[in-house]
T-cell receptor, first 113, second 110 residues
């Protein structure tokens, strides 16, 4: 069965500092991994995905994520946080031969000025 | 612009009532999904459909029903059997590895 863990309910970071939001996964076979962001009472906005190829994936708004197969992780990173990055972030995984996306519980990111 | 439209944005249900949430997409995607979002629990899959006239239960299907009579539409009915329906409901569609989400419907029991 597929599963995703986001071990931190909340991450606090100062504006201008680097940020990391952690994600680990469990899936049979090759994983397809995704990061989404959600603002209050809104749908999910796509940030980036890993399907195959380079382990470092670059996405929207300056975010990137590194796929680490040995550690089964896909942490989201940004070199310099903005106050406007404050939101709820979801990691998701699907099995390469299925359609269902399985989500983590989400991590609230708070960036303070 | 292509996308997914969910309506209504806010919905209030009385005890014992059935209500239907609408989800329409013009992306020509084959697969569609319904997720429920509760604080601290992430998104949980209710139902999904990979093709017209076919759908499968997700992880929390009890108290919900769906239909997929048209490719563009995947309505979700929250029945009176769902004892705790207050939540934020998200519809999504996909083709390959591209997923698109609607803006959600917030359902509240009054």
């Amino acid at each position: 069965a597929q599963s995703v863990a986001q071990p931190e309910d909340q991450v606090n970071v100062a504006e201008g500092n680097p940020l990391t939001v952690k994600c680990t996964y469990s899936v049979s076979g090759n994983p397809y991994l995704f990061w989404y962001v959600q603002y209050p009472n809104r749908g999910l906005q796509f940030l980036l995905k890993y399907i195959t190829g380079d382990n470092l994936v670059k996405g929207s708004y300056g975010f990137e994520a590194e796929f680490n197969k040995s550690q089964t992780s896909f942490h989201l990173k940004k070199p310099s946080a903005l106050v406007s990055d404050s939101a709820l972030y979801f990691c998701a995984v699907k099995w390469e031969y299925g359609n269902k996306l399985v989500f983590g519980a989400g991590t609230i990111l708070r960036v303070k000025s | 612009d292509g996308g997914i439209t969910q309506s209504p944005k806010y919905l209030f249900r009385k005890e014992g009532q059935n209500v239907t949430l609408s989800c329409e997409q013009n992306l020509n995607h084959d697969a569609m999904y319904w997720y429920r979002q509760d604080p601290g629990q992430g998104l949980r899959l209710i139902y999904y459909s990979q093709i017209v006239n076919d759908f499968q239960k997700g992880d929390i299907a009890e108290g919900y029903s769906v239909s997929r009579e048209k490719k563009e539409s995947f309505p979700l009915t929250v029945t009176s059997a769902q004892k705790n329906p207050t939540a934020f409901y998200l519809c999504a569609s996909s083709q390959g590895t591209g997923y698109t989400f609607g803006s959600g419907t917030r359902l509240t029991v009054v």
